[in-house]
């Protein structure tokens, strides 16, 4: 089992930046893929990054993409992502999750999830 706990939501004025972390704890993190998605009010949760379990490998939504950079440290059993140039749109609930997947996107890959950490764009 893989229990998952993010932090570092918050509020922040658009064009700011926030890095959310989540903690693992349970079994290993290898082989587990990790990824961050995100849920607005009255929206589905969408896929935000991915990273390999080894971190070699990252990949993005395109709404995301340039402006936010998903990295683990598994030593310290975390993965981490750092979010700049944050726009309104960028408000939601994120969520940590963790499955083996190779450049998974859907929320069905991921069966470990943490509680979400919410994150508010103010003008």
């Known amino acids: 089992q893989v229990q998952l706990v993010e932090s570092g939501g918050g509020l922040v004025q658009a064009g700011g930046s926030l890095r959310l972390s989540c903690a693992v704890s349970?079994?290993?993190?290898?082989?587990?893929?990790m990824a961050w998605f995100r849920q607005a009010p009255g929206k589905d949760r969408e896929f935000v990054a991915g990273i390999s379990w080894s971190g070699g490998s990252t990949y993005y939504a395109d709404s995301v993409k340039g402006r936010f950079t998903i990295y683990r440290d598994n030593a310290k059993k975390a993965e981490y992502l750092q979010m700049n140039s944050l726009k309104h749109e960028d408000a939601a609930d994120y969520y940590c999750?963790?499955?083996?997947?190779?450049?998974?996107?859907?929320?069905?890959?991921?069966?470990?999830w943490g509680q979400g950490t919410q994150v508010t764009v103010s003008s």
């Open positions: 349970g079994r290993t993190l290898s082989p587990y893929a």
């Open positions: 999750a963790a499955g083996i997947t190779m450049y998974g996107r859907s929320r069905t890959e991921y069966p470990y």
